[in-house]
């Protein structure tokens, strides 16, 4: 038996999870006087809402490593794909739980991506299972696929940004005044860095992601493509009806993000995941 599980930052969803049959540990969310697991209890609105209300950003916590060890007790094989490595402790504290089950037993894989990026390799791994691949085989078919997923999102607001240190007040007042919307991606090191700043409406936002994916499509894995975002059921809405127009995507696969992401990306992000061939 080949267990496969992930992190709560996959943001599959509870239909995705029981359809592939995966396991998620979930990462914990501190805000104010609150703690809760990001789990789905929580959704985007709500969360934003309690920002509002305290006016102070989440943090966020990996799970610890007793929890992966708990996780990870199961007989069989068991294959843990997580949130990078470089934006979180998951990887390294499942590192250190995979340790205390005989050699092999437990195999760690860091995605070097987050949300549905990491989701694409999940699924990815489940479908190699469902196809007979041994433990072996589905580790290096995910780390095969792993350096081709896309990952980019658009965000709406720089406020999250400004608020999680991640921008000087003064941009974050420049790209409120200015309309200006990032566009941020996955760097191949597992980062995240800005791939484009878009100026103008939300529309005009989306439709840079949809000119990105048309640019490439030929090289395209186009069985599965994921719209992620915590609150933009219309924007994604959109976002799947334009790119259907670019490809014949067997599968446009549209989730919301859990409280971790949401944490970070803030209200009116849509995010565009995919792998390439």
Not at 107 to 114: E, F, G, Y
Not at 132 to 148: F, Q, S, Y
Not at 171 to 195: C, E, F
Request: with cysteine; net charge negative; aromatic share 6%.
């Amino acid at each position: 038996m080949i267990h496969i599980i992930t992190d709560s930052t996959s943001d599959l969803g509870p239909e995705l999870v029981e359809r592939y049959n995966l396991g998620v540990v979930p990462l914990a969310v501190h805000l104010a006087e609150k703690t809760f697991l990001d789990d789905f209890s929580v959704t985007g609105p709500e969360l934003f809402a309690l920002v509002e209300e305290s006016g102070v950003l989440p943090k966020t916590a990996a799970p610890s490593v007793g929890e992966f060890v708990a996780a990870f007790d199961l007989p069989g094989d068991v294959i843990y794909i997580g949130i990078s490595s470089r934006l979180s402790a998951s990887v390294a504290n499942a590192r250190l739980a995979a340790e205390t089950f005989p050699a092999g037993k437990v195999r760690v894989i860091d995605s070097l991506n987050l949300s549905t990026g990491l989701g694409l390799l999940v699924l990815h791994a489940a479908d190699l299972r469902a196809e007979g691949a041994t433990a072996d085989e589905i580790e290096r078919g995910v780390l095969a696929v792993l350096p081709k997923v896309r990952t980019s999102f658009v965000i709406d607001t720089m406020k999250y940004l400004y608020m999680g240190g991640r921008c000087t007040g003064l941009q974050s007042l420049m790209g409120g005044l200015l309309h200006i919307r990032p566009v941020i991606y996955a760097r191949p090191d597992g980062t995240l860095g800005v791939k484009d700043k878009v100026r103008g409406s939300r529309t005009r936002a989306l439709d840079s992601m949809v000119r990105a994916f048309h640019a490439h499509r030929d090289a395209v894995d186009l069985r599965r493509v994921f719209i992620t975002h915590p609150d933009s059921d219309a924007d994604a809405a959109y976002l799947s009806a334009e790119l259907a127009k670019q490809a014949p995507v067997q599968e446009i696969i549209s989730t919301h993000a859990g409280a971790v992401v949401s944490s970070h990306c803030g209200p009116g992000t849509v995010g565009l995941l995919y792998l390439l061939k």
